[in-house]
């Protein structure tokens, strides 16, 4: 294997490769994927600077632990968390050089929940349908990483961006998500619509790459039939038969049989992926553009 590689020193819980995702399969059954907090993916790559559709890698809570093979540019955003190379403290948020044989280590997230790893010349692990992101429904793309794991790098590109400070929004201490209500709002009753759009919900540790869950007042069905399978779209708000809706994420299943009462706006999907077990979640009907 060429030294443009990475080892896998520590796994973390969660760690998976991901890039813009694999749109216009759903056809086939296979969902987008992709990193779920999209902006920060890319400014991690541009830190480093990477092209937008390089690889990176998306980490859950605790972090990873890397070994490159050769001196590579790191940067590391998403949910804050300390980054280490060889036990010194290096920046989040910024360009960091690594040589050959240190050990980056990329701590426990101090809020949110996925944090993203980009390296100069990105994750050159060999494509899927036209992207390299690890789908965890269909199981398309390369395995979550394993200790002891050697990822291959591409070449990098341009000298990497020169930045002090990056943007950056900590993530909230309320889930806000803006939803238009529909198709199938008129399976509920007006009471449990009024329900979704003014009471509080919390996210529910049960959450994953495929759907934010949620915990909180149980939505009471007008229609008691079930859906013909049908298909699901990015931020479905899917309504299971406990009552409590479920936001569709990038992992998502593209058909389903259980109502969708709404749809959230795509750009508030970015903050759903850093919402942490708990949170507070609120629903806010919006007109349709």
Known sequence: MSDRALAVVRAGALTTVQDQGRPGH??????RSGALDAPAAALANRLV??????????????GCALRPRSTVTVAVTGAPCPVTVDGRPAPWGAPVRVLAGTLLDVGSARAGLRSYVAVSGGVAVEPVLGSRSTDLLSCLGPAPLTDGAVLPLGRPGAVHARADVVPHSAPRAE????????PRDDWFTEPAVRTLTTRAYRVSSASNRIGLRTEGPSLERAV???????????????????????????????????????????TDLPAAAQAVPGTPVRFVAVRRR
């Open 26 to 31: 759903a056809h086939l059954g296979v969902p």
């Open 175 to 182: 889930l806000v998500l803006r939803v238009t209500l529909g």
């Open 224 to 266: 008691s039939g079930e859906l013909p399978s049908e298909g699901m779209v990015l931020g479905a708000v899917q309504v299971p038969p406990d009552g409590c809706p479920v936001v569709f994420l990038a992992d998502h299943p593209t058909t389903g049989g259980y109502p969708v009462i709404a749809v959230v706006r795509g």
């Open 49 to 62: 600077a990477n092209p937008p559709e390089a690889a990176v890698l998306e980490t859950t809570l605790n």
